[in-house]
């Protein structure tokens, strides 16, 4: 999306920086609160759970531009783009899966696939933008 | 899909963006139709015969 940007794009973006913006302050208070103030019970899992709320807005960013863009080409690359990110995601899961049964490699953290699925999403962008030209 | 898109353009002096504003699309689909590479749907299709005044036949040109 580094080109001219459609009002849909602007619109994705006007969302998705916000919230990873909130990503960043809600995960350093929830860490800071987590470390400090030794909540129990419900609030424990309320302060535990409290990052993962904007990354589900970026979620949801992603998805509105994808219903909101209304270039057809633009929205065929991204479809495309998503598939290979969704794709890719769910290979390298899959090998660390089994290589971690042998014992091969440690447990990483869940909250790792949403970063993951991003970068292989964004990845793939250029390669099939390209294909059209 | 092979097209006249170009010519078409060309025939009339516009630019991919003109072409691209008066389609309300962007400047990239303008790209990928020329190339062949993307066909455009029904309702694009469309709205391209109608801006030069010529049938979807006359503009694209299937190779089967």
């Not at chain 1, 940007?5 to 969302?15: C, D, F, H, S, V």
């Not at chain 2, 008066?22 to 749907?41: C, F, H, M, W």
Request: charge should be positive; aromatic fraction near 12%; hydrophobic fraction near 55%.
């Amino acid at each position: 999306m580094g080109q001219a940007q459609t009002p849909a794009a602007r619109r994705y973006l006007a969302r998705f920086f916000p919230a990873m913006i909130a990503y960043v302050a809600v995960l350093f208070a929830s860490i800071w609160a987590l470390r400090h103030l030794d909540p129990q019970g419900p609030l424990l899992w309320l302060v535990a759970v409290a990052p993962a709320v904007p990354i589900m807005a970026a979620i949801a960013a992603m998805g509105l531009y994808m219903v909101e863009e209304t270039d057809e080409f633009l929205r065929a690359v991204l479809a495309q783009s998503m598939l290979w990110g969704i794709g890719i995601t769910m290979a390298l899961c899959t090998v660390w899966g089994f290589l971690e049964n042998a014992g091969l490699l440690p447990h990483p953290p869940l909250y790792l696939i949403f970063p993951l699925f991003c970068f292989s999403f964004g990845v793939a962008q250029p390669f099939i933008a390209r294909r059209y030209r | 899909m092979k097209n006249r898109l170009k010519v078409l353009r060309a025939e009339r002096d516009w630019s991919q963006a003109d072409l691209a504003d008066r389609l309300e699309v962007s400047r990239q689909t303008i790209n990928a139709l020329e190339t062949g590479k993307y066909d455009p749907s029904l309702p694009l299709a469309f709205k391209i015969a109608r801006l030069f005044g010529q049938s979807i036949e006359t503009i694209f040109q299937d190779e089967a």
